[in-house]
């Protein structure tokens, strides 16, 4: 079956959606959010993310701690939080529903047009995706370079830097909102509203297709000649 073109945008819509659903899954998990390089002890190195903090040094084991309490995070940590879970959920749904407003999708005696609806709101959940990642990334950041520029700590204190989870992140971004873009315009292309020929009612073959009456059909007259007794 020759893709059209609907069906070749729709696809390059689902795969940058789900290449962001899975770059923004992976930047929940990856623990390098911030990274803290101690002078002093240049074996040991600790990084941050919403979670956890972990303690790294060379040649032994990675030790991890879970935070006690929402309430005791900073700020971008607890919005970090909210949003990322928020993220997966829209990146999720907006996949599903994109999945079942495309072309690889058939159901019996579905129209275009409620196809249509359903990658324009999957498309709109995906571009939505972008904001519940970048803003989590986004605050991050600021509150790094915020700390990290604060005249009010000594210079020989070490500062928070940025982790490469926070590119992974920004990237993730870019994939979903591209991804929502190109299932938002292939849900404008197309004319006819009618369901799938494939799926449409059954149809009778053409042998077994019952004839029209006309003049010329053949007649048995019975007349009292034809009788016999």
């Not at 002093?40 to 600790?46: A, D, I, K, S």
């Not at 919403?50 to 309430?71: D, G």
């Not at 009456?213 to 019975?222: A, G, K, Q, R, V």
Request: proline fraction near 5%.
């Amino acid at each position: 079956m020759a893709w059209s073109f609907r069906g070749k945008v729709q696809l390059g819509g689902l795969l940058l959606s789900l290449l962001g659903w899975v770059c923004s899954y992976v930047t929940t998990i990856l623990p390098q959010w911030k990274t803290l390089n101690l002078e002093l002890n240049e074996m040991q190195t600790w990084i941050m993310r919403t979670w956890e903090v972990c303690v790294v040094r060379e040649e032994v084991a990675t030790v991890c701690k879970a935070f006690e309490s929402f309430l005791s995070l900073p700020q971008e940590l607890q919005v970090a939080r909210i949003l990322r879970v928020a993220s997966h959920g829209l990146g999720l749904l907006g996949l599903l529903v994109s999945s079942f407003g495309s072309e690889c999708f058939r159901f019996h005696r579905i129209r275009w047009v409620f196809k249509r609806r359903l990658g324009l709101l999957g498309g709109t959940l995906e571009a939505s995706a972008l904001a519940t990642t970048l803003l989590p990334v986004s605050s991050v950041a600021h509150a790094t370079i915020q700390d990290f520029w604060d005249d009010s700590v000594p210079d020989i204190i070490p500062q928070w830097e940025f982790g490469g989870v926070l590119y992974l992140g920004g990237a993730a971004g870019i994939f979903l909102v591209l991804g929502g873009l190109l299932l938002v315009f292939s849900s404008y292309l197309g004319k006819e509203d009618v369901p799938f020929p494939l799926m449409a009612g059954p149809t009778v073959p053409p042998s077994c297709a019952p004839v029209e009456e006309s003049d010329s059909s053949f007649h048995i007259m019975l007349t009292p000649r034809n009788l016999v007794v």
